[in-house]
């Protein structure tokens, strides 16, 4: 689907820090995409090249040796993960009740699984960032608060937005991203911030106008875990691609977008 870039979409990211940044970044996962994994004909992937070929990231990997945390004092033992995302050297892991580290890929199988998912040898049903958050959601576009189900192929990239619904900034937050939901290409998806009830952040998207799909208030804090690091400030937002790749990060700052100069630095800083 090629997503709509008018004026208006631009003015929509003006609240946010480098909000030129923002719209580069999502300017650029506009093209028509149909999500597919297996593709036996790519070559073998390595350490080297996991980050590029996020398509074939599996969701289930294993550690394979003991390995500790910074801070910890003990090491945890090889076991099974779900993937999260891959940055650099490293594999953004969710552990279960060990939490969410980011362990060297050299621990993991995560190559040696990506190189089956890409050979059809390991199914894969969906990209990655729909499997973190697409079984997490309710609607606000109902009439309630019922659950939303997402396309596994219907969109490019997601923009989590963590925000409290009841700060006094919510709103200026929703009106900087509203035009955005137009695009068909992006999905904007609601981290809550504050413990309220389902029902009552239901009806606050829609006081502010940002009809869009919200995490479960009993999944949100996990979801927060899983997909930024502690201490990360709020309200925060994060452009993932459809496989879970971020794309672009920042908190959100009434100001508005940098000069046409520093847009093009923040270009560069995005490739």
Not at 38 to 49: F, K, L, V
Not at 84 to 94: F, K, M, N, T, Y
Not at 165 to 171: G, I, L, Q, T
Request: net charge negative.
């Amino acid at each position: 689907m090629r997503g709509r870039s008018d004026s208006r979409s631009r003015r929509g990211l003006a609240g946010l820090a480098g909000g030129c940044a923002l719209w580069v970044a999502i300017a650029a996962t506009a093209e028509d995409a149909v999500y597919r994994a297996a593709d036996p004909d790519h070559p073998e992937i390595t350490a080297a090249s996991l980050a590029e070929a996020e398509r074939f990231w599996p969701h289930e990997v294993r550690t394979l040796e003991p390995w500790t945390p910074t801070g910890a004092g003990d090491a945890l033992a090889p076991g099974p993960a779900r993937l999260v995302r891959v940055e650099g050297d490293h594999a953004r892991l969710d552990l279960g009740e060990a939490g969410v580290h980011d362990v060297p890929i050299a621990v993991t199988d995560v190559v040696a699984r990506a190189n089956l998912v890409r050979v059809g040898a390991l199914e894969k049903v969906a990209p990655n960032a729909f499997v973190v958050l697409g079984s997490h959601l309710l609607d606000a576009t109902g009439k309630d608060a019922g659950a939303h189900a997402l396309d596994p192929g219907e969109y490019d990239t997601f923009l989590c937005l963590f925000a409290e619904v009841v700060s006094p900034e919510f709103r200026a937050v929703a009106e900087s991203l509203s035009d955005l939901t137009e695009r068909e290409d992006l999905q904007i998806v609601l981290v809550p911030q504050d413990d309220r009830r389902d029902a009552r952040v239901w009806r606050r998207l829609r006081e502010v106008g940002l009809a869009v799909p919200f995490v479960l208030r009993t999944e949100a804090a996990a979801r927060t875990r899983t997909l930024l690091d502690p201490g990360t400030p709020m309200p925060q937002v994060l452009l993932l691609s459809a496989e879970g790749r971020v794309l672009y990060q920042s908190v959100w700052r009434p100001e508005p977008p940098p000069a046409p100069a520093e847009a093009d630095g923040a270009q560069d800083a995005l490739r």
